[in-house]
Structure formats: C-alpha cells, structure tokens
C-alpha cells in the first residue's frame, strides 16, 4: 500500500474524498446505538421536531467525515488525531444525502520530542449534495516521517 | 424533563461507567476509520501504541452515548458546534470510562423565544483517572414549553382582541367601539388633531363618518407587553359627496374610495386601549 508521509504534504494543498451517502437504517442504527435521542431514531417524533425529518447525530457526521478522510489516495501515514475545533454544524446530515468531504493542509511542524514525525493541520469541509455545509472544522493529524 | 431554564452556569453532572470492548473497538474502526492500529492486532502492537487503540470519531461515540443519561432528562434540540476537541491519552480495550460535564455558558437564543443555549466542558476519564477527551460543545436545549405557551398564548389572545376591534371598527358601530376597546382618559392622536376622553372622541368618530364608510385591515401587528404597532390599510368609502376630503376643494364622491397606509400606536393599560396615535405616510 503506497502511504504519503510528512515530507509529502505541502502547505495550502487540496483534496477531496469520494461521496458516501446516508442510509436511513445505518444512521437510525448508529443513533440507536450511541445518541438515540427521538430526532435522530424516530422518524415521527423527528417530522414533528424544529428538524421536520431524521437528522443525523454529530457524532454520526464526524464518523462519516473520518471514513470519507479515509477515501482520500494516496493515504496518510496517520499516526492518530490529536484534536479537532472550530467545530460547527450549520446544515443538518439527513437520510439520502451524498456527502463529499474537501480537506486543506493549513500548517505542518515537526514533533518537537519526537523526531519520527509531525504534525499536519488541516482545515475541513463537510457538504452535502447542494453543495450546502453539512460540517466544518479544524483537525491536527500526527503524520510519521519517510525518514525515520 | 430538564430545560434551558433548570440548568444553571457550573451546574455539573456526572456519569459512568462505559466498559469498552477490543470487539466493539473493532467492529466500529472497520467502518468508519480502518487505520491498521484500530482494527489489526499485530500492526497494532509494532504500532507507537503497542496495541489496539480506538478512533477518535468511537471515543465521540462512548461520550455521546452518555448525553441519554442525563437524569432527568434534558430537552436536547441538538449541537451547535464543539472547540478544543483534544484526546490526550488513547482509548484501549478494557477501559472503563466516566464523564464529568460542567455547564460553562448559558444564554437565551436572539432569534428563537423557545430555546436557550448552553455550552458544556466535557471531560471523560478512563478508569485511572487519565483523560481521553475533553472539549467544549454548544448546545439547543428547548425552554420549558409551560412558561413559552403562556407568552404564546397572551400574544394570541392580544392578536385577536386587535382584530375584534378593528372588524368592529369597520362595521360603523363606533359607540360599542368605543365603550368595548378604549380606557375612560382614551387620547386619540393623528397629525392636526388630538381628542381626550370617551365623549370626544366617539363625537369625532361620527362626526367624521357622516356619509362615510371607513374599513381598517391590519397589514402587520407587532405586539409588545404594554404597546401594540400596526401597520393598517384604511380605505373609505363615500355614500354621500365629502367636500374638502382628500384637501381643500378636493372632493371625495358619491360612490368613489380611497385607500391609504397609516402606521398607528396603541398603549394598552389593563386589556384596554389608552392611547392611539396615528402616523399617516
């Protein structure tokens, strides 16, 4: 499997993943299981909500952000998430939407104990079908060097 | 059911126990972050973690999951965003993690009456005491409906008195008019006239009216507690000549009308209209 390292990303680079799009049962499923509150399991109580239908839970959206991350070739030699902010939510994830995820290298540093790897930051935008914001955020990705 | 109102700033609420499973663990990094140290055991181990340890977005996951247990319950209406999202130390199979919330921030909505929002610092431990995860999360939370339902309903009550009068208006019967709506020391105000008192201003109304229909419909009505602003179509409509009507030797004819937009006033005093003033365009 061909892995990008650090030395790889530049700064103020693109990229975009494929599309996924939401089924009803899987998002109902996850609900269920991890936020079932009635918007998100109930598909009367959430017509009837400030929603009127299904939405997805945030927790839903960040999964479905990292797996669309995933899509994105070459892959990143990730070593692990070390936090995200600016973390906003200005259009609800509903069943049936095809979400696209389009992520931008905004820094990148070496680790500064640990000479192995560094740190990439990117700034990432989350849409649905009509191009409306679903999600958008800042995340720090500890990246392993080629050079180790 | 807790609302926006029940929750007050530093209000802390705490929860345990999630036990987490390498199964679970697993199961969920197959779908939704596939990296070898979430889902492989043997890369795990070669891996900086020395073995298994879970996504960030399954970590999400556990502490979402406790949002159900708040007790009583809290009219979630949904997040708004989160800051400072951090995971210091990795979630492992075995752990078993608690939640402690503290509420940071409390304020009602600008735009929306019927909730508030409220900001929360998360922090979820394993079972040393170690942090796997804080952050910052904003949230909707639904105000209690008892104590919205009674402006609601106050505001539809006023709404509808408004239109009573104004339907009462129009229909010409302008002493019932007066007797209903209007405070004893009622002022009537319109640019080149003022009348005070019941008495003078019914003798106005029908003085006015002598061989004219008047018909008030309220284009838009924004109701405050003491004063009410309405933005009314007037038309009148001549049954007889009206001389000087629409300005100095301007006559307004048998059969003809007119229509006009006035902004007017209303300071209301108990349930009663005290004064009206009128703002013609």
Redesign the interface.
């Known amino acids: 499997m061909q892995l990008r390292y650090y030395e790889d990303y530049e700064v103020g680079e693109k990229a975009i993943s494929d599309t996924y799009s939401v089924d009803k049962t899987e998002l109902v499923e996850y609900s269920k299981k991890w936020d079932p509150q009635p918007f998100h399991v109930d598909e009367e109580a959430a017509k009837a909500s400030i929603y009127g239908g299904l939405t997805a839970p945030s927790a839903y959206i960040v999964a479905v952000a990292s797996l669309l991350g995933n899509t994105i070739e070459p892959k990143i030699a990730a070593l692990g998430a070390l936090g995200m902010t600016d973390m906003e939510f200005p259009n609800p994830m509903r069943p049936g939407d095809r979400i696209t995820l389009m992520s931008m290298v905004t820094q990148k540093r070496s680790s500064k104990t640990k000479p192995d790897r560094g740190i990439i930051h990117y700034v990432v935008r989350v849409t649905n079908q009509n191009d409306e914001l679903v999600s958008t955020y800042r995340i720090k990705i500890m990246v392993a060097k080629r050079t180790r | 059911m807790r609302y926006f109102e029940d929750i007050e700033l530093h209000h802390k609420e705490i929860f345990g126990s999630y036990s987490v499973t390498k199964e679970e663990i697993i199961e969920f990094a197959k ?5 070898p ?1 979430h889902i492989d055991e043997e890369a795990a181990a070669k ?3 020395g073995g298994i ?1 879970a ?3 399954y970590t ?6 406790f ?2 247990y708040w007790d009583p319950p809290v009219a ?12 210091p130390n ?1 979630v492992r199979p075995g752990d078993v993690l608690s939640i402690v919330g503290e509420c940071i921030e409390r304020r009602g909505s600008r735009s929306k009456y019927d909730r508030g929002i409220l900001r929360f610092l998360i922090v979820m431990t394993n079972q040393n005491g170690k942090a796997v995860l804080s952050f910052k999360t904003k949230a909707m939370v639904a105000r209690n409906p008892d104590l919205v339902g009674a402006r609601t309903v106050k505001k539809s009550v006023a709404e509808e008195a408004m239109n009573a009068y104004f339907e009462l208006y129009s229909s010409g019967d302008y002493e019932k008019t007066v007797d209903t709506y209007y405070t004893d020391d009622i002022v009537f105000e319109f640019p080149g006239g003022k009348y005070v008192g019941k008495e003078a201003v019914l003798n106005y109304f029908v003085k006015l009216h002598d061989g004219l229909k008047e018909i008030m419909k309220p284009r838009s009505l924004l109701i405050g507690s003491d004063r009410i602003a309405a933005e009314l179509e007037i038309t009148f409509e001549a049954e007889k000549d009206a001389p000087h009507f629409l300005g100095k030797d301007k006559t307004l004819k048998a059969g003809q009308s007119f229509t006009a937009i006035n902004s007017v006033f209303y300071d209301i005093q108990d349930e009663k209209i005290r004064h009206v003033k009128i703002y013609r365009p």
Do not use: N, R
């Open positions: 779908k939704w972050d596939p990296q140290f891996s900086i973690y340890t996504p960030s977005t999400i996951a556990v502490c979402h999951s949002t159900t979630w209406m949904g997040a708004l965003g989160w800051q400072d999202v951090e995971f990795p």
